[in-house]
């Protein structure tokens, strides 16, 4: 009876590169220099005028969300309490022939 022998390779070798990333924090040189004052007063005046558009989008969410609030508070409030048996068909009573008399 002949014998057969098998050989795997059970090593393998895997090479993972991986992305270098610079962790150190930029240089006086690269940073930015302050806004002027005028450029300042410029951001400060674009969102000024944005915030007074925006109260007014506000307010008029908020009115239509209690408007539909309030409706169903009155929707509820005029229905009545809800019996679960009114809204059960009534079962078939089985049918069964009348006894007549003898």
Same mark, same amino acid.
């Given at each position: ?27 006086? =040189?690269?940073? !930015? #220099? &302050? ?5 300042? +007063?410029? @951001?400060?005046?674009?969102? $000024? ?10 307010? =008029?969410?908020? !009115? #239509? &969300? ?5 409706? +169903?508070? @009155?929707?509820?409030?005029? $229905? ?23």
């Amino acid at each position: 009876m002949p014998q057969s022998t098998f050989t795997l390779p059970l090593e393998r070798k895997i090479e993972v590169q991986r992305p270098v990333v610079d962790l150190v924090a930029p240089s006086q =040189a690269e940073a !930015v #220099a &302050a806004p002027t004052q005028e450029q300042a +007063d410029a @951001v400060e005046n674009v969102f $000024a005028d944005q915030t007074e558009e925006r109260n007014t989008l506000i307010d =008029a969410i908020n !009115v #239509a &969300a209690v408007g539909m609030l309030l409706h +169903d508070v @009155v929707k509820d409030t005029l $229905a009545g309490p809800a019996n679960d048996e009114e809204d059960e068909q009534p079962k078939a009573k089985p049918q069964n022939p009348d006894p007549s008399p003898d």
